[in-house]
């Protein structure tokens, strides 16, 4: 699992309450994703970062923002939670072996807005 | 864009039988292609890759080839099992290291 932790694992909030999704890495990989997962959609990409205080918008970034203060931590933010964001979140990194480059996945944090 | 498109489900199999998921993909430059496996409740683990033209990625009896000609790498395997009922997932790398997903085929398998 190339040292991913995602907390909490389940969430359950109310629509318009702020919340905030932690992915951990053990092993200083500089590049961090967040992406949700829904049906019919596949994985779609929410925001990335490529070092501490670099990040980017992904193809769904609206309502989401990002932290990255210290490489180990890259925090995902919904400011004000809506229905629509119920959805399975992963955390993944990059990581380069033996030249080839792969992509690893946190367990995902299953995230209920009511 | 970039962008990856996958045979929709889900596809239902019985054991030893053969399984064919079609994934082709549009890219500028020479991607790296992958097929990830995410059994429930887990996140997405890599089965098989390959980074240039004409290579063949395998697996636990997976294979998948790049076909830079018909931009395909479609996943394959001779005879499926029951513990192979999971979601599969096309996938490519951009040259500035961007991931993009199909949406998932899900597979049964049944005894």
């Known amino acids: 699992d190339a040292g991913i932790t995602q907390s909490p694992r389940h969430k359950v909030t109310e629509t318009g309450t702020p919340v905030t999704l932690r992915c951990h890495q053990t092993e200083n990989h500089r590049y961090m994703y967040w992406y949700r997962q829904d049906p019919g959609h596949g994985l779609r990409l929410i925001h990335y970062?490529?070092?501490?205080?670099?990040?980017d918008k992904g193809e769904v970034s609206d309502g989401y923002s990002v932290s990255r203060s210290k490489t180990e931590d890259f925090l995902l933010t919904l400011e004000s939670a809506t229905s629509s964001q119920t959805s399975v979140y992963f955390c993944a990194i990059s990581v380069a072996l033996d030249r080839n480059t792969e992509a690893f996945f946190g367990q995902g944090t299953r995230l209920t807005v009511v | 864009g970039n962008s990856v498109t996958q045979m929709e489900g889900p596809v239902t199999l019985s054991e030893e039988a053969f399984l064919t998921i079609n994934c082709t993909y549009t890219?500028?430059?020479?991607?790296?292609l992958f097929w990830y496996v995410q059994y429930p409740g887990e996140g997405l683990q890599l089965l098989l890759k390959?980074?240039?033209?004409?290579d063949k990625g395998s697996n636990k009896g997976f294979e998948a080839t790049y076909r830079k000609e018909t931009t395909s790498f479609h996943l394959e395997k001779g005879s499926v099992q029951v513990s192979d009922s999971a979601v599969y997932f096309c996938?490519?790398?951009?040259?500035?290291?961007?991931?993009?997903f199909g949406t998932g085929t899900s597979l049964t398998v049944i005894p």
């Open positions: 390959a980074t240039k033209a004409d």
């Open positions: 996938a490519l790398l951009d040259t500035g290291n961007q991931f993009y």
């Open positions: 890219a500028t430059g020479y991607p790296s």
């Open positions: 970062s490529y070092g501490v205080k670099d990040t």
